[in-house]
Antibody, heavy 117, light 107 residues
């Protein structure tokens, strides 16, 4: 059974940094592109970016490219999202997703990030 | 970025009804549209990819169609377990973009 478990969320102050993790199981992690998607409290869904199966290539939403970095550790079957200089508009639930055929076929349960002073 | 205009924002249906949700892209997306179902407090679930291809486990009462800029998603014979929000996603061009969602409620 495919499982994706995110962690690392919480309350963070504006301007701070935060790193989210996602541990994958139930499939060969190193065979798949992976992606992050977020959902705001107003339910708007936004694709953040993705990373190639070997970690050699990433794509990002242009609006987030300068502040967010996606990485992975295939030995640990773990995906990461490094968020820097966070803003109130980054408040959202962050989902780790597996990519198959260019789209997100499995999603984690999500981790909440709240940016507030 | 490709804008996905999804309508209606909400929909009220009786059990057994047929409902249809539409998504219009700001440009041709070559049938690269997927549909997701999201229940409260849960992660989205992929139902349909490439306009009309049902994912394994998706009931046959769900269907999708369309081409070019205009796409639709339907549920025939709505069941109580279908009460959820539905989102379209275009994956023809980066950045991938979602519709705003449609909340399906029971009448």
């Amino acid at each position: 059974e495919v499982q994706l478990v995110e962690s690392g969320g919480g309350l963070v102050q504006p301007g701070a940094s935060l790193k989210l993790s996602c541990v994958a199981s139930g499939f060969t992690f190193s065979d798949y592109w992976m992606s992050w998607v977020r959902q705001t409290p107003g339910k708007t869904m936004e694709w953040i970016g993705d990373i190639k199966y070997d970690g050699s290539y990433t794509n990002y939403a242009p609006s987030l490219k300068n502040r967010f970095t996606i990485s992975r550790d295939n030995a640990k079957s773990t995906l990461y999202l490094q968020m820097s200089n966070v803003r109130s508009e980054d408040t959202a639930t962050y989902y780790c997703t597996r990519v198959r055929g260019a789209i997100f076929d499995y999603w984690g349960q999500g981790v909440m990030v709240t940016v507030s002073s | 970025d490709i804008q996905m205009t999804q309508s209606p924002p909400s929909l009220s249906a009786s059990l057994g009804d047929k409902v249809t949700i539409t998504c219009q892209a700001s440009q041709n997306i070559n049938k690269y549209i997927a549909w997701y179902q999201q229940k409260p407090g849960k992660a989205p679930r992929l139902l349909i990819r490439y306009t009309s291809t049902l994912e394994s486990g998706t009931p046959s009462r769900f269907s999708g169609s369309g081409s070019g800029r205009d796409y639709s998603f339907s549920i025939s014979n709505v069941e109580s377990e279908d009460i959820a929000s539905y989102y379209c996603l275009q994956y023809d061009n980066l950045p991938y973009t979602f519709g705003a969602g449609t909340k399906l409620e029971l009448k």
